[in-house]
């Protein structure tokens, strides 16, 4: 299959929620494959233009569902930055031409393509935390440098913040009309499509926003773990972790005679080819519609593309199965949880700051906070994937507080391990916040297995693991 017959293939593949009221058990368990939807064997194609996430029809989606009587109180946002050009290039070969400039005749496009880029010209009066404030606020390069946002990107966050404004702001009236500073928190990395992506999806939530109220703090870990990165342990099982997808790649012959073969055309050592880390480009390739590169030996094809990222999907399917991910991402995902649950409490308490915190990050930012919320069937980080986190107030029981998990538009709140069974003894289509609290302040350390270990710093600082 070439890439464009794999692109048309988008719009009938794309799984969608067919849910009409957002509450019942059976549309909260979208995140598993979908039988009409979804090939009844593993697709390497399927999955890469699932990964692609190339803005067409507007998706319907289960943000802000609730019963009449709760109100919608706060509302935390994880987002992955969105498609961006490879951080690698293959060696030998010319780098795919996709150009970063943001104009209105090329596709993929959205309305307020042309404002975002003007509103982003005058920038000048926001906030920006050091060294964020020496980023460009949207890619404008007509060769796209590596790494940059591309066109693609903007898209995909520009639509992501309308979804979240006509769900949030115009249903829900989240913020007021007159909102201030104080009731937004946004945190990015230091990269430059991190920072381009949060303001997309600013700009696309709140459109013509005041830069005088824009403060973006700048996040140096892509792990979202502030003054709490220091983790021997959590670094002990990504070293095993590593250890377990050198071992994988080993045993796979096909996958190591592909790379040579790729090697061969690019006229290379196959161990040079391999740690140029070909998918990276190869999908860039694939989600913008542009042939694979090609030498006098030949050209790399769709066949090795399909064994690389067959090998990338049993890949996860067996980070799955060991856990040794677990141990990394319920230490790594800790810090930032334990942030959100903290803000939460402090608007359960009446608390009118920080009432939608925005995170832009990056898929190693996403990932593991999945892994350690239990969503072990959750698709790998797309571009522009979105973890959101709903709290929820019961208008009847002022003091109960619930929580809502959504990932891409799908409500997986009861396929997290704290709140699983929650649904069976509760006609609530929520889970309670203590759940969550409980989760994160004592459970995640269970989960880990040690018995001594109650806290975030002795977990950390286990001896004899």
């Known amino acids: ?18 849910a009409k009221n957002g509450v019942s058990s059976k549309s909260r368990k979208r995140i598993m494959p979908d039988p009409v939807t979804e090939p009844p064997v593993m697709d390497p194609i399927y999955e890469a233009l699932l990964y692609c996430n190339i803005p067409s029809v507007a998706e319907r989606s289960m943000e802000g569902h609730a019963p009449h009587h709760f109100k919608l109180i706060s509302v935390h946002v994880f987002i992955r930055h969105g498609d961006r050009y490879p951080l690698y290039v ?15 005749n090329r596709k993929p496009y959205h309305p307020k393509l ?16 050091s060294p964020l404030h020496s980023l460009p606020l949207y890619p404008n390069h007509p060769l796209c440098e590596m790494g940059e946002l591309t066109q693609t990107g903007v898209v995909q966050h520009l639509q992501n913040g309308q979804l979240l404004r006509d769900i949030y702001l115009k249903k829900h009236k989240l913020l007021p009309n007159d909102w201030s500073t104080d009731q937004l928190y946004l945190e990015t ?23 005088k109220k824009i403060h973006f703090r700048h996040q140096p ?69 542009v042939s694979f590169p090609c030498t006098r030996n030949g050209c790399i094809d769709m066949e090795h593309f399909k064994v690389i990222k067959t090998h990338q999907i049993e890949d996860e399917r067996e980070r799955r199965e060991k856990k040794l991910y677990l141990g ?9 949880l334990n942030q959100t649950i903290s803000r939460m409490q402090r608007t359960a308490e009446g608390r009118k700051e920080e009432v939608f915190a925005l995170y832009s990050a990056h898929d190693v930012t996403l990932s593991p906070v999945l892994s350690a919320l239990g969503l072990m069937e959750a698709r790998f980080p797309r571009f522009a994937a979105r973890l959101i986190f709903e709290l929820w107030q019961d208008r009847e029981k002022p003091s109960e507080h619930s929580v809502r998990i959504l990932y891409n538009g799908v409500d997986v709140t009861f396929h997290t391990s704290f709140c699983q069974d929650h649904h069976k003894h509760s006609s ?18 269970v989960a880990l297995g040690s018995s001594s270990s109650t806290n975030y710093y002795d977990a950390c600082h286990r001896e004899g693991f």
């Open 114 to 129: 042309e404002a975002f880029v003007s509103h982003m010209s005058k920038g000048s009066g926001a906030s920006f935390e």
């Open 1 to 18: 299959m070439d890439v464009l017959t794999a692109l048309l293939l988008l719009v009938h593949l794309t799984p969608v929620s067919t």
């Open 221 to 289: 870990s892509a792990l979202f773990c502030s003054g709490n990165c220091y983790c021997p342990v959590r670094n002990q099982y990504l070293e095993k972790e590593q250890r377990r997808q050198y071992l994988l790649r080993l045993k796979n012959s096909q996958l190591e005679r592909t790379y040579e073969d790729m090697a061969r055309i690019v006229d290379v050592p196959t161990k040079q080819l391999r740690a140029a880390n070909p998918i990276d480009s190869m999908l860039c390739h694939f989600c913008h519609n």
């Open 428 to 445: 609530k289509p929520m889970c309670p916040l203590e759940n969550l609290v409980r989760f994160v302040r004592r459970d995640m350390f």
């Open 328 to 336: 990394y991402a319920l230490l790594g995902a800790h810090p930032i």
């Open 90 to 104: 293959i060696p030998k070969t010319k780098r795919p031409e996709i150009d970063c400039t943001l104009v209105a």
């Open 189 to 211: 990395t230091g990269k430059s499509r991190t920072l381009q992506s949060g303001l997309a999806l600013l700009y696309g939530f709140l459109p013509d926003f005041d830069w």
